[in-house]
């Protein structure tokens, strides 16, 4: 599904990104993670478009996508989340699911038979958590609370119709009750056969649902393995010293 080659990008004199490698096949969950700053949403925006890379390569589905704008990436089928939710602030929740459900991608892959685009939001929102009668669906992006923010963020995301899914930090900024709630629906996610990349700081709701996982440290790769292996590696173990070890 992905292959990530090479993949290096600085920022001044600061190496963001360094020589990363890993395939992802599909129906695989692949967690990354890594203390503040060890390059983990620069890899994201690498992957996705929003950050061109010094050297390497992207592959996404045998296509070489490196370098391409992120509108294209998202068209072909990779949809990504932000850390910081960026809704359209004056549109109601569900009308921000449009700019995807009127994608040419969407379009094409239905061969022009939608039906009735608002059903289908209102059926994303329930999908990620919001409830089916109450008015957060119905509310502008502007007035909903920071974890119906992160929801909205996911189902813009599967409105998409994506072949893969990167989260960036999903779980950020969730209370552990919202945290708890959201945790079961990315599990349906997985049990659907959903190919996904979990950013996440959350190491033991990730540890839960990732298959592999990909320790970045500097913008390196230090570790990639199953959850448990990994964080029994000496390297990982140090590279968290001090910094948040949740899981552990
Ligand atoms: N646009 C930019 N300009 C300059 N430096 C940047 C830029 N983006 C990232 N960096 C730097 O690159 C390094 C990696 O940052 P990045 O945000 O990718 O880390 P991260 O692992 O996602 O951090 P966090 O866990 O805190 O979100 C940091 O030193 C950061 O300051």
Redesign the pocket.
């Known amino acids: 599904m992905l292959a990530v080659k090479g993949l290096s ?1 600085a ?2 004199g ?4 360094d020589q990363v490698d890993f395939e992802l096949k599909r129906n695989q969950v692949l967690g990354v993670i ?12 690498l992957i996705t478009g929003f ?1 061109r890379p010094d050297k390497g390569k992207v592959i996404f589905k045998g296509k070489n996508i490196t370098k391409k704008p992120p509108y294209k990436v998202a068209q072909m089928g990779l949809a990504r989340s932000f ?1 910081m939710a960026k809704p359209f602030y004056q549109l109601e929740a569900y009308k921000n699911l449009n700019v995807a459900l009127y994608s040419p991608r969407v379009k094409g892959l239905l061969g022009g038979k939608f039906g009735d685009r608002d059903a289908v939001a209102k059926d994303l929102l329930e999908e990620v958590g919001f409830e089916r009668d109450s008015q957060v669906i119905t509310q502008t992006a502007s007035s909903l609370p920071h974890g119906y923010l992160k929801r909205l963020e996911l189902a813009k995301c599967l409105a998409l119709r994506p072949d893969l899914i990167v989260l ?2 999903l779980f ?1 900024g969730l209370s552990l009750a919202e945290v708890a709630s959201m945790v079961p629906v990315i599990e349906k996610l997985v049990a659907q056969g959903k190919t996904l990349i979990m ?1 996440e ?1 959350r190491l033991r709701e990730l540890f839960r649902i990732a298959d592999q996982v990909l320790v ?1 440290n500097f ?1 390196r790769k230090i570790a990639q393995g199953n959850p448990t292996e990994v964080m029994d590696m000496p390297e990982v173990k140090s590279a968290y010293l001090g910094a948040e070890t949740e899981g552990f």
């Not at 600061?14 to 990104?17: D, E, K, L, S």
């Not at 203390?35 to 994201?44: D, E, I, R």
């Open positions: 990008r920022f001044g600061v190496q963001a990104v890594g203390p503040n700053g060890s390059g983990k949403t620069t890899l994201v925006n950050v850390q960036d930090e950020s950013v700081h970045l913008g």
